[in-house]
């Protein structure tokens, strides 16, 4: 790419909440709920920063993000004036204890978080870059952290000429520099392209020469991020430092891959099989390997999309060589022809279009086919960094094509690319041959794992099943139209409510939806004996009706309120539910499993 070593400092995970099914990161976090982002935050803390090679030294830095309250990418409000530079995000305390924050909290405390960034927009009117209450008596004071904090690219400059909480630079390095904001994100020159305007390289002397800013700040400031060079080992002699000697072939290695196709495999969600209410004898998925198959849709082909967004090197050539990137149609025609079944594959139709010239070959394709693979959703020109959508329907003509292909009544399993969740028209969902996967955006691994996932390995042996749930709330066509949520409201419990704590209306598949190709029974939770100060213990028993398919299952506790305990002017009245944890296990065929949660 031609820009500088960065270093050892990863500007990830991103664990907001998915607030709004607009916002255009939601691509990036993991979940609605604060319970799941809190846990991939801590996870993915412990696998970046714990070395497993050398426990003196920190092997990577984090830096959660965005810091807090940050889920609006584009332009709205009166004249669209209002954008992530410039929103005043308004919360109350309820809201930022149990939504907002949580999560945050989980990953510093669990997971031992070095790094966070503080975001673009204002919380109370307070820019978070500005806080002191969220940097220092949240943050430091409260969760103990001991790490660095950082800007966003710009915020600092946001404080002053966007938020217009200061009125002078001078003052803007005074108050982020104290509100406990460690390291300004303007690294570039003022000439460079990435530029964003460094003021605390401009102005922060002037300030500590004019006593407005105390030097013991920016003591403080090195301290938190110089520090962090040194416990990554950075100055230490480097061949007495382990990590300062992995060789190359640990990247991408057996055992690497290995569990890199497993998590993507996990990724994968069956929100539908057949039409609504239909049973196995209906099920449209897995299908037959050895048939006519007909692999369509804009992503059908595609070796870019799947990647998502903020990528490393993925394939020898080059930052932007896609080549070594298999495709959807490249996949399942291989494992298609494994048993004898030829694939056939056509576009149909772009992302967002309504050019609609191609649907002509795809329907050939499909009317000659056994069965249909169509691959589309959304792609980086709806959703992504500073581009919010605002209208979150199957975009184009792909409905169109969709309700085309459904009409021939062969089996059709849409694979759906995605980070914000995408409403359908009800009759392209009562389709009784539809068969829905979600896939969001599922990596160079992703190609295989939805041939794996759509296909039978044989007429005799099974493929486990790995699909998971999702953790997003589906709102319907008709319930998104009914809630008009606003983008610039935080309030989650104003009606009908948000994520699955709050939402009222129906949705067309609810938070921790997700079928499997084996049917699962669950035990009645209880508590458990527990010794004398500990915390209860909830158990369930998980079976596997499947006498030949090993299955995963994901159990969820959720803590539901009795009827009359919480008063109804509490803002707590309006949650309908808590997730408190969660476990994932795979089981055998006829086989059980006991999941354990300590109820805190």
């Known amino acids: 790419s031609n820009l500088p070593h960065i270093g050892l400092d990863c500007w990830s995970p991103n664990i907001g909440i998915v607030r ?12 609605e709920d604060p319970t799941v982002c809190g846990s991939f935050g801590s996870e993915v803390t412990k696998g970046l920063q714990r070395s497993p090679l050398d426990a003196r030294y920190v092997q990577a830095v984090v830096t959660l993000k965005h810091f807090d309250a940050n889920s609006l990418e ?79 690219s710009g ?46 390289i401009d102005y922060a002397p002037a300030a500590v020469r004019s006593g407005e800013l105390d030097e013991a700040v920016i003591d403080d400031a090195l301290r938190h991020s110089v520090g962090l060079r040194f416990r990554l080992g950075l100055f230490d002699v480097q061949s007495n430092e382990p990590l300062w000697n992995v060789p190359p072939s640990v990247v991408q290695s057996d055992e690497h891959v290995r569990r890199s196709k497993d998590a993507t495999a996990q990724g994968l969600v ?63 025609g291989k494992r298609n022809a494994r048993a004898g079944g030829t694939t056939t594959n056509a576009t149909g139709c772009a992302t967002n279009t309504t050019d609609e010239s191609g649907f002509s070959a795809a329907l050939a394709l499909a009317a ?37 292909l459904l009409a021939l009544g062969k089996p059709l399993a849409l694979v759906l690319f995605h980070g914000g969740i995408v ?47 999702t953790p997003l709330t589906w709102y319907s066509e008709k319930g998104w139209a009914d809630a008009d949520f606003d983008m610039l409201s935080f309030d989650m419990g104003k009606a009908p409510g948000r994520t699955h704590v709050y939402y009222s209306g129906t949705p067309q598949w609810a938070f921790g939806a997700g079928l499997s190709y084996a049917q699962t029974e669950l035990s009645a939770a209880h508590s458990a004996p527990k010794a004398a100060g500990a915390p209860p213990t909830i158990e369930v028993a998980v ?16 803590l539901v309120p009795a009827a009359g305990t919480v008063p109804p002017t509490e803002p707590a009245a309006k949650m309908r539910r808590t997730l408190v944890a969660f476990e994932r296990v795979t089981i055998a065929p006829r086989g059980a499993a006991a999941v354990s949660f300590d109820v805190r």
Not at 169 to 175: A, G, P, S, Y
Request: aromatic share 8%; with cysteine.
């Open 543 to 558: 079976r596997n009706l499947d006498a030949k398919r090993a299955t995963d299952e994901v159990v969820f506790l959720f």
């Open 368 to 404: 000659d086919a056994d069965a249909i693979v169509f691959v589309g959703g959304l792609d980086l020109d709806i959703e992504r960094e500073s581009h919010d959508r605002h209208d979150i329907g199957l975009p184009g003509v792909q409905p169109k094509l969709l309700s085309k």
């Open 74 to 152: 584009g332009n709205w409000g009166p004249g669209g004036k209002i954008t992530r530079h410039t929103v005043d995000a308004t919360v109350s305390k309820f809201d930022l204890q149990t939504s907002y924050l949580p999560a945050f909290r989980t990953a510093v405390v669990e997971g031992g978080a070095l790094g966070v960034m503080c975001s673009y927009n204002a919380i109370n009117g307070v820019p978070s870059c500005a806080n002191p209450w969220l940097l220092g008596e949240t943050l430091r004071g409260d969760w103990g952290f001991e790490g660095y904090v950082t800007s966003d």
């Open 423 to 469: 409403t359908f028209p009800p009759d392209i969902l009562a389709a009784p041959n539809l068969a829905l996967v979600s896939a969001g955006y599922p990596g160079i691994y992703g190609a295989e794992a939805i041939a794996n996932a759509l296909l039978e390995v044989s007429a005799d042996g099974a493929l486990p099943s790995r699909f998971g749930k």
């Open 20 to 31: 709004d099914p607009r916002w255009g990161r939601n691509l990036e976090t993991p979940s």
């Open 270 to 332: 069956l929100l539908q099989n057949g039409g609504a209410g239909a049973g196995a004898a209906a099920a449209v998925l897995p299908l037959k390997a050895g048939l006519k198959l007909a692999v369509l849709g804009p992503h059908a082909a595609d070796q870019s999309v799947i990647l998502g967004n903020y990528l490393g090197q993925i394939c020898p050539a080059s930052m932007g060589d896609r080549s070594c990137v298999q495709s959807v149609a490249e996949m399942v």
């Open 155 to 200: 915020a600092v400059v946001d404080v002053f000429k966007n938020h217009h909480f200061t009125a002078n630079w001078t003052q803007t390095v005074t108050k982020t520099l104290a509100a406990g904001c460690d390291i300004e994100s303007a690294s570039w020159p003022h000439d460079h392209a990435y530029a964003t305007g460094g003021p605390y």
